[in-house]
């Protein structure tokens, strides 16, 4: 069995703070990992994905996820917060890809404030 | 530009009516699902679609029912045997490259409000 566990549904940071939201995942194979983000009323757009390889991952608008095994987990990170990055984000796994179904996380908002 | 249009953007239904949400992708995806999205849940899957002709049930299949007549169509209706039915409806699709995957492409998402 798959499942996500993001830690905090609300976070708050200012403008130009790092940025932090926590993802753990439990997976008995090796899982691959995806971020995503979504916007009002939107729905969701991929920000990076873990597959195999190098697992420090860039995705888009400056966002970084770094995949480690040993403490099962894979949070995503952002040196300095731009108002703009203001949305939901949603953690989630997928076992060896293909077909597979994904399991999403509960989301995390994340607030910025000037 | 390729992507997933979902329509209406919002629909209201009345108690005891059906209602069908449009989900049409010009990617040429293989595979196609329907999530639900509520608010401190997530998203939970309702069905999917590998192949033309063919679909599974999600999560939480009870009271909506799909079809997949042709690969760029997968409509969703939620019937009357669905209880609680107001929620945002997120359409997602998936190309198949081997076994690699590259994460879904959403549609802009059906908010659906009982009245």
């Known amino acids: 069995a798959q499942s996500v566990t993001q830690l905090g549904s609300h976070v708050s940071v200012s403008e130009g703070a790092l940025v932090l939201l926590r993802c753990n995942y439990s997976?008995?194979?090796?899982?691959?990992l995806f971020w995503y983000v979504q916007y009002p009323n939107q729905g969701l757009q991929l920000l990076l994905k873990?597959?195999?390889?190098?697992?420090l991952v860039k995705g888009i608008n400056g966002f970084e996820a770094e995949f480690k095994k040993s403490e099962t987990s894979f949070h995503l990170t952002k040196p300095s917060a731009h108002m703009s990055d203001a949305a939901e984000y949603f953690c989630?796994?997928?076992?060896?890809?293909?077909?597979?179904?994904?399991?999403f996380g509960i989301g995390t908002k994340l607030q910025v404030i000037p | 530009d390729g992507g997933i249009t979902q329509s209406p953007k919002y629909l209201f239904r009345k108690e005891g009516q059906n209602v069908t949400l449009s989900c049409e992708q010009n990617?040429?995806?293989?595979?196609m699902y329907w999530y639900r999205q509520d608010p401190g849940q997530g998203l939970r899957l309702i069905y999917y679609?590998?192949?033309?002709?063919?679909?599974q049930k999600g999560d939480i299949a009870e009271g909506y029912s799909v079809s997949r007549e042709k690969k760029e169509s997968f409509p969703l209706t939620v019937t009357s045997a669905q209880k609680n039915p107001t929620a945002f409806y997120l359409c997602?699709?998936?190309?198949?490259?081997?076994?690699?995957?590259?994460?879904?492409?959403f549609g802009s998402g059906t908010r659906l409000t009982v009245v």
């Open positions: 989630a796994v997928n076992l060896s890809g293909g077909y597979q179904k994904v399991t």
């Open positions: 990617l040429n995806h293989d595979a």
């Open positions: 997976s008995s194979v090796p899982p691959y």
């Open positions: 873990y597959t195999t390889g190098a697992t």
């Open positions: 997602a699709s998936i190309a198949r490259t081997g076994t690699v995957n590259y994460g879904y492409t």
């Open positions: 679609s590998q192949i033309v002709n063919d679909f």
